[in-house]
């Protein structure tokens, strides 16, 4: 089993950032595809970024450019750099990985960007 707590999320303007953090419970190293999803009121829940395999990364086209994933293998975290935000990147964001054949999510944070 894996615990993945996301911190980080937060009330922004226009333009500002925001980095997101994801701690998991154990090495990040033995969970697959860790990333960062998203889900806004009425929507379904979509990829934001994540690690692929050999340690690749993946970006929504809708965050490419504004947002960054990277990870610290010391301190099992993922992180979520959010830069440029905007109002449509109000969601509740959630980390999840893979450990074997499940997966696991952790409990979101709200992120909401507005004026």
């Known amino acids: 089993q894996v615990q993945l707590v996301e911190s980080g999320g937060g009330l922004v303007q226009p333009g500002g950032s925001l980095r997101l953090s994801c701690v998991a419970s154990r090495n990040i190293l033995n969970i697959n595809n860790m990333g960062w999803y998203r889900q806004a009121p009425g929507k379904q829940r979509e990829l934001v970024a994540r690690f692929t395999w050999g340690g690749l990364t993946q970006h929504a086209n809708s965050v490419r450019g504004r947002f960054t994933i990277s990870r610290d293998h010391g301190k099992n975290t993922v992180y979520l750099q959010m830069n440029n935000l905007k109002p449509e990147d109000t969601a509740v964001y959630y980390c999840?990985?893979?450990?074997?054949?499940?997966?696991?999510w952790g409990q979101g944070t709200q992120v909401t960007v507005s004026s």
């Open positions: 999840n990985g893979q450990l074997g054949a499940l997966d696991y």
